[in-house]
Structure formats: structure tokens, C-alpha cells
T-cell receptor, first 113, second 115 residues
Framework: KQEVTQIPAALSVPEGENLVLNCSFT??????LQWFRQDPGKGLTSLLL?????REQTSGRLNASLDKSSGRSTLYIAASQPGDSATYLC????????????FGKGTSLLVTP | EADIYQTPRYLVIGTGKKITLECSQT?????MYWYQQDPGMELHLIHY???????EKGDLSSESTVSRIRTEHFPLTLESARPSHTSQYLC??????????????FGPGTRLLVL
């Protein structure tokens, strides 16, 4: 059974700092890895999707990397802003359960002005 | 922008009541999913559907049931709600048949409190 772990569970940084969120998974037979953002009382917003054959994806200030063989991914956020405060979820797609997502517990990020 | 809707957004009910959580999407996606999320915990898959008349149970055992009579509609029903059902329920849909490059789109969720 796929297990997804995210470190740290919570992070507080001052505005302007660069930061890294970590994700690891136990079964490397994945189709893709995704990073989502979850705001309180709202659903999930997809940030980046990395296919299993890819090494990284970038969108604006966000960069995600994938090392499938070692079961690791990182999300790099450059020049953090208070609006980045949210919970960041890592999820992988395996072949089971209709290609559903297997999620980590998330990293709760607080960016202070 | 994804168009996937869930109602109600918040629901407080008493034990033993029957409830239905609604989920609708206007994107014509075949695959739909229900996830359950307790506070501070990861999302767990409880039901999914490949398309009309297809329903499957997910990884997390759930006393709820689902139906898929129309492509755009995937309601979840609890016949007799209990306090242990208190949680957030998130609906999602996915386009196409490729598992590699297509993301899931999520609704805003329903927060359920059973007293």
C-alpha cells in the first residue's frame, strides 16, 4: 500500500524567504506526483503535476522536483508571500482504485509579514 | 477553471438521520471520486466511479453509498448518520483516460457534523 509522508508538518517563515517542502512515497510505481494547495474551508487547487518520466516542473515562483527511484519530491517556493499561507498537499497516482490520488497529511505553511 | 460543485457546504444533523451529499460537475468527466478528510489528516478515498452505472469502494471502508446515474452527478448517501461520520467530504473529477498527465479537480467540500 502506498504511503506518502510530508515533512515538516508545519512551517512558519518571514515574508521573502525561500523555502522547501518535502514529500516521500514508498511505492515508486507511480504515474505522476502532484502538489496541491488547500485553503481553510475550501477545496484543493492543483499547483504542479510531474509525470513519472519528468524530473521537475515550474510555475511562477514554484518549482517541484521528482526523484522517482528514491521516492522523493520537493516543492520549492521562492520569495514567499503572506498569500502563500495554506496547507500544501503532496499526492501520487498509482494504478489502483481508478487512478485515485494517495495523499500525504500536508505541510501547514504560515508566511508572516 | 474547473466547475465542480458540492452542496451543502456545511451540515449539522442528529444521529440516525439519512443524508445525501451532492456533487456535480459540468466538465463531462467520466471519472469521479469521493474522499474523506479528518482534521489534520490525509484525504482517504472512499468511493470512485469510472462512468455512468459504475461505482467502486475505495481504500477506506465507509458506511456510505454512492450512485452514478448521470455523468455529471455523483451523490453520496448515509442511511443513518452517526457521530463517527463527522468529517469533511471532498468530491473530485478527472478528465480523459491517461493517468500520467491529467489532474483531478476538486469541489469545495462538505463539512459534516453529526451530533
Amino acid at each position: 500500500k502506498q504511503e506518502v509522508t510530508q515533512i515538516p508538518a508545519a512551517l512558519s517563515v518571514p515574508e521573502g524567504e525561500n523555502l522547501v517542502l518535502n514529500c516521500s512515497f514508498t511505492d515508486s510505481a507511480i504515474y505522476n506526483l502532484q502538489w496541491f494547495r488547500q485553503d481553510p474551508g475550501k477545496g484543493l487547487t492543483s499547483l504542479l503535476l510531474i509525470q513519472s518520466s519528468q524530473r521537475e516542473q515550474t510555475s511562477g515562483r514554484l518549482n517541484a522536483s521528482l526523484d522517482k527511484s528514491s521516492g522523493r519530491s520537493t516543492l520549492y517556493i521562492a520569495a514567499s508571500q503572506p498569500g502563500d499561507s495554506a496547507t500544501y498537499l503532496c499526492a501520487v497516482t498509482n494504478s489502483n482504485s481508478g487512478y485515485a490520488l494517495n495523499f500525504g497529511k500536508g505541510t501547514s505553511l504560515l508566511v508572516t509579514p | 477553471e474547473a466547475d465542480i460543485y458540492q452542496t451543502p457546504r456545511y451540515l449539522v444533523i442528529g444521529t440516525g438521520k439519512k443524508i445525501t451529499l451532492e456533487c456535480s460537475q459540468t466538465m463531462g468527466h467520466d471519472k469521479m471520486y469521493w474522499y474523506q478528510q479528518d482534521p489534520g489528516m490525509e484525504l482517504h478515498l472512499i468511493h470512485y466511479s469510472y462512468g455512468v452505472n459504475s461505482t467502486e469502494k475505495g481504500d477506506l471502508s465507509s458506511e456510505s453509498t454512492v450512485s452514478r446515474i448521470r455523468t455529471e452527478h455523483f451523490p453520496l448517501t448515509l442511511e443513518s448518520a452517526r457521530p463517527s461520520h463527522t468529517s469533511q467530504y471532498l468530491c473530485a473529477s478527472k478528465e480523459g483516460d491517461s493517468p500520467y498527465q491529467e489532474t483531478q479537480y476538486f469541489g469545495p467540500g462538505t463539512r459534516l457534523l453529526v451530533l
